[in-house]
């Protein structure tokens, strides 16, 4: 059991641009969730997968942001036209069944 | 909607001392759970304990335990022996298994020092 992974750890980009991150879920957990966190905050529920289904959006989730899950394996979270207020650490978990255990976290800075 | 309140935003505990991290929490609904999370400076979120709103036997994994009260939505966090490497946020999170969300709602955490 490997653990939760998620790449790159950081990014740094221009507002405007499009970044996308990848997390690799320990394997066989069937759930899969991405967090938001914003500095001295707990993290906050963005998308959830059971497979390869997403079954739930917050309404944090905003039309720039979309998720995939293909096959039901690594799940990808795409920010498109990245705004400054998109700065944060974005985590990613999973979950067989009820507990969930998170990644290291992607910090994303943007300029 | 659930929510998850941590009053304490930092404390400070003298290392082998004892401390305790309060939590309460809001929701309607009578089968949930309840998780610690330690999140050390610049590491990862871990599992600290977890309950389950149905069992009345309070929690227990080593050092860590909690004060379960249902009735006052109260879930507090005891650690005994306070050592160096506890120093981490702590958050308490709220989860409402189910049809469709398994989300977990954090609280702002507490900031929880251990002093040599």
């Known amino acids: 059991d490997t653990g939760v992974s998620q790449d790159p750890r950081h990014k740094i980009t221009k507002r405007g641009q499009n970044v996308t991150f990848r997390c690799d879920p320990i394997?066989?957990?069937?759930?899969l969730y991405w967090y938001r966190q914003t500095l001295g905050q707990g993290p906050e529920f963005l998308t959830y997968?059971?497979?390869?289904?997403?079954?739930?959006k917050s309404r944090l989730l905003s039309d720039r942001f979309s998720a995939e899950r293909p096959k039901g394996s690594f799940s990808t979270l795409e920010i498109q036209r990245t705004e400054q207020g998109d700065s944060a650490m974005y985590l990613c978990?999973?979950?067989?069944?009820?507990?969930?255990?998170f990644g290291p976290g992607t910090r994303l800075l943007v300029l | 909607a659930q929510t998850v309140t941590q009053s304490q935003p930092e404390m400070s505990v003298q290392e082998a001392e004892t401390v305790t991290l309060s939590c309460t929490y809001d929701?309607?609904?009578?089968?949930?759970?309840l998780f610690w999370y330690k999140q050390p400076p610049s590491r990862q979120m871990i599992l600290v304990i977890r309950?389950?709103?149905?069992?009345?036997q309070n929690a227990t994994e080593n050092r860590f335990s909690v004060n379960f009260q249902k009735a006052a939505k109260s879930f507090s966090l005891k650690i005994s022996d306070s050592q160096l490497g506890d120093t981490a946020m702590y958050f308490c999170?709220?989860?409402?298994?189910?049809?469709?969300?398994?989300?977990?709602?954090f609280g702002k955490g507490t900031k929880l020092s251990v002093i040599p």
């Open positions: 978990a999973s979950s067989r069944p009820e507990t969930q255990y």
């Open positions: 309950q389950e709103a149905y069992k009345q």
């Open positions: 394997s066989e957990h069937n759930r």
């Open positions: 997968f059971q497979n390869e289904a997403q079954l739930e």
């Open positions: 929701t309607s609904e009578s089968n949930y759970y």
């Open positions: 999170a709220f989860m409402k298994p189910g049809a469709g969300s398994y989300q977990l709602t």
